[in-house]
């Protein structure tokens, strides 16, 4: 894995891969900084439904990292964006997840209810309870359409992990036996929308992530080429596809800023 081709674009996750928690990385922070100055153009896509692409700009900043909100395309507006095609303006919604979430939701033209609804849409709730529990089962039993913003059984932080929303959605989809949509990565519904806002050629653009299972396996479904960093959540395997290439940290990933600023080259 040694050669390295041409890289127009970079689509990257950012929990395990920018930071871990609350605590950058700092080989990503130099990483990033340095590919803004190469004008190496790059966006992130995030399974993380707990804050909006503003709030993760503004992290991301404040790390070091260049970021803007529009090159940040997360679980929470996908999920309500999905919503709008599946539900009526106006339609009652039951959501479980942090306030980003209600909000997606709020902002598509959807009512938070938490009973008769049409709709519960799940993503990390770290002050989820059994109440919120029976509710989602109640709502999936009579009918309601029953959506997660991604299936990520643990987050990396700084001490180590964290549960993720795979686990609420596995707790709901026991006890309802309702299968979730799922919305975020493995899906490359993120990966597309990402790679059409950047404008780079799909060819020369690379998905960069640390875990095969979702960023990798997205990527791959997306057209992209992949690059697996080890950072973050370490997998076992087996996996169901191999990452184009790997690398201990972003400082692996060979740059050469060039005089037109259009990308990396080897």
Request: proline share 6%; hydrophobic share 45%.
């Amino acid at each position: 894995m040694s050669d390295w081709p041409k890289i127009s674009g970079i689509i990257s996750d950012l929990d395990g891969v920018a930071y871990r928690g609350d605590d950058p990385i700092e080989s990503a922070v130099a990483a990033f900084r340095t590919w803004e100055a190469a004008g190496l153009p790059y966006a992130f896509v995030t399974n993380n439904s707990t804050k909006s692409a503003e709030e993760f700009a503004d992290k991301l900043n404040a790390m070091g990292i260049p970021a803007t909100a529009e090159r940040i395309v997360t679980t929470s507006a996908a999920a309500a964006a999905r919503l709008s095609q599946l539900l009526p303006t106006g339609a009652r919604v039951m959501v479980i997840g942090a306030s980003a979430l209600h909000q997606a939701v709020v902002n598509c033209g959807f009512e938070l209810k938490d009973k008769d609804v049409s709709a519960v849409v799940v993503g990390l709730d770290r002050t989820f309870t059994f109440d919120k529990l029976a509710r989602a089962q109640t709502a999936l039993l009579g009918g309601a359409i029953f959506i997660g913003t991604n299936a990520d059984q643990m987050l990396p932080n700084g001490s180590g992990f964290e549960p993720g929303a795979g686990s609420i959605l596995k707790a709901i989809e026991t006890a309802s036996r309702v299968p979730p949509i799922i919305i975020g990565k493995p899906q490359p519904d993120l990966v597309a929308k990402a790679l059409k806002i950047l404008g780079t050629p799909p060819t020369t653009t690379f998905m960069l992530g640390d875990q095969v299972g979702t960023d990798i396996v997205a990527g791959h479904l997306a057209g992209l080429q992949t690059i697996l960093v080890k950072t973050g959540v370490q997998e076992t395997g087996p996996f169901p596809i191999n990452p184009d290439f790997e690398v201990d940290t972003l400082a692996k990933i060979p740059v050469t800023l060039s005089a037109s600023k259009k990308g990396l080259v080897k």
